[in-house]
């Protein structure tokens, strides 16, 4: 089945980070020991690519900058095949657990490190872990001062690790300031029994069958007329990655689970839906 014509155009977005570069890893796998463990990002943002070249799909990469330092090229093929560079920032450090100084230097370097090599405007940001929470309503200021036009960064869900549960649910311009607009894209939920169900993707796509990303995605298309927004990362689609013991965040992890699944869940995703970069979806300036 394809996608019926007429239906909202979707934002397909990708975090373009290392299997070990996640939130479960951060007590098992800091920061400072990351060029200890083998670098697998190349060859898995390869395989997102041929799935979105198979379906003619072109997205939004979000890149974690300090990747993009080691690997310039991987940058520049994922733009010769059509899609939009983003930043991830540059450390994967949690925005709620930075102070606004050290946010800002993280998201310039990510920002210039990028443009640099692509020669091309950085117009879009997305937190590490959705972490634009109530502890960091101020990161969307530094983002408008960067340059920055849109952010992708607030989960409208109540979790134990990040979301505003209350905010909007389609894209809205987050700030605004002498004449610069900051357009926000929240991750996509669904309402039901009065509270939102996260859509998205990542962990929910892997976890969940693939019917329940299609019921949530078909209710935001079809009947609330809005583009949905849907996220990967690589490494969900590398099921041959190192194996490494960790109690996650939550007092267990998910990392691992369907790993195998993510290729023939994100190919139904494809065929049944139609998916746009950020940049052509958004009302930017
Ligand atoms: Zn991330």
Redesign the pocket.
């Known amino acids: 089945m394809t996608a019926p014509s007429g239906s909202p155009v979707n934002a397909f977005t990708v975090?373009v980070?290392d299997w070990y570069q996640?939130a479960d890893f951060d007590a098992v796998i800091p920061f400072t020991r990351w060029d200890d463990y083998e670098s697998r990002v190349q060859h898995s943002t390869e395989r997102v690519l041929e799935l979105c070249d198979d379906a003619g799909v072109k997205g939004t990469f979000f890149v974690?900058t300090w990747n993009a330092e080691r690997h310039p090229e991987l940058v520049r093929r994922i733009v010769a095949r059509g899609h939009e560079i983003a930043t991830?920032g540059y450390a994967?450090r949690i925005v709620y657990e930075q102070t606004p100084d050290e946010f800002r230097t993280d998201v310039e370097r990510a920002k210039k490190t990028l443009e640099d090599i692509t020669g091309t405007p950085v117009l879009g940001y997305r937190a590490?872990?959705f972490s634009f929470t109530t502890s960091s309503l101020w990161a969307p200021d530094i983002l408008l001062d960067l340059g920055l036009q849109y952010d992708s960064s607030v989960f409208p869900v109540r979790d134990a690790l990040y979301g505003l549960p209350d905010a909007a649910r389609f894209p809205y311009v987050i700030r605004e300031r002498e004449g610069k607009k900051l357009v926000e894209f929240p991750i996509t939920t669904t309402p039901f029994l009065g509270r939102n169900l996260p859509l998205g993707g990542g962990g929910y796509l892997r976890l969940l069958p693939y019917l329940y990303m299609r019921w949530g995605m078909r209710r935001v298309n079809r009947d609330e007329q809005q583009a949905a927004l849907v996220y990967i990362h690589p490494w969900e689609l590398d099921p041959e990655q190192p194996r490494v013991k960790t109690a996650g965040k939550r007092g267990f992890s998910s990392h691992y689970v369907n790993l195998a699944s993510t290729a023939s869940k994100l190919r139904r995703l494809f065929r049944d839906f139609q998916f746009a970069p950020m940049r052509d979806l958004l009302p930017l300036a």
């Open positions: 975090d980070e996640v974690l991830h994967h590490p872990s």
